[in-house]
């Protein structure tokens, strides 16, 4: 059972209770790998919870960078929020189309911006629609709001200070991806990138942290799976995935168990894979 929390995880019974809260903005940050072949946008068109707007990865995002869905620039990000009619003084609400997947890491992107009155859905759409919750098919209406943002560069990580990281081994490096792809078994989904994992890292599967349901572990559960990879958590963390999106699932787990020295490489391994100056290792942690 979810304990609702505004600044991080939120069930659908506390959602759809506060439902039509003035100040309450739900945001479908549905985003899939190519190879899954589904249409987020699509997805949202069909159907999505009342009130719902949709924050699209891919282009809220750096499109200065060469890599996937790189964190936006302050502005690009207060531009397209009030576009979309979120800001100062809302209490935000994420979701995404696949349970638990990308929508903490649209709750990152908001902590990175300094907003903090932002959760995740637990269960996503999935567990809103098996309980039989209202859904509708239609845009809302939206009005311009003004927005503050102050960036917290805390919590994002380039590829040289992951590299400084994993050279002094001050700070636990967590791999969110599955477990043949860290040990560098299986192909990685984006070509030309190379197998294996930061040295030093450790490998915590995103699913590992779900239900059979898709919904979160309990906190003691997510600790327990921490210890059981090997992570020291008295050592600041690391989030790191394939490019970015399944990292912030880390990072909301380590959020729920009160562990608040965490940051995210942005880059994750679509950067790291693709620089052959830059060590990797294979096998396990």
């Not at 098919?137 to 990281?165: C, F, I, N, W």
């Not at 168990?257 to 942005?266: Q, T, V």
Request: aromatic residues 8%; negative net charge; glycine residues 8%.
């Amino acid at each position: 059972m979810t304990m609702d929390d505004p600044k991080t995880l939120v069930s659908t019974d506390w959602l759809e209770a506060h439902l039509k809260d003035p100040d309450l903005r739900i945001l479908d940050a549905s985003w899939f790998l190519p190879q899954m072949g589904m249409d987020a946008k699509a997805g949202y068109a069909a159907k999505h919870i009342p009130g719902a707007r949709f924050f699209d990865i891919d282009e809220i995002s750096d499109n200065r960078s060469a890599l996937p869905h790189m964190a936006p620039p302050v502005e690009k990000f207060i531009s397209r929020m009030r576009a979309m009619g979120v800001g100062d003084g809302h209490q935000v609400v994420i979701y995404d189309q696949h349970s638990v997947f990308s929508a903490p890491r649209v709750w990152w992107t908001f902590r990175l911006m300094g907003k903090t009155d932002v959760a995740v859905l637990d269960g996503g759409l999935p567990k809103w629609e098996a309980e039989g919750r209202p859904l509708e098919d239609l845009p809302p209406m939206v009005r311009d709001r003004h927005m503050t943002v102050q960036r917290q560069s805390g919590l994002v990580k380039d590829v040289t200070q992951v590299a400084h990281a994993s050279k002094l081994g001050d700070h636990e490096i967590i791999d969110a991806r599955p477990a043949e792809r860290f040990r560098g078994e299986a192909e990685e989904p984006r070509p030309h990138l190379r197998k294996g994992h930061i040295p030093g890292s450790k490998n915590v599967p995103w699913s590992d942290l779900l239900t059979a349901e898709g919904t979160m572990k309990s906190p003691d559960e997510l600790r327990a799976i921490f210890k059981a990879a090997g992570v020291d958590l008295d050592k600041p963390a690391i989030t790191t995935c394939g490019s970015g999106v399944s990292a912030g699932i880390l990072a909301l787990a380590l959020e729920l168990i009160g562990k608040s020295d965490w940051a995210l490489y942005d880059g994750s391994w679509a950067e790291w894979g693709m620089y052959n100056d830059l060590r990797v290792a294979t096998g396990e942690a």
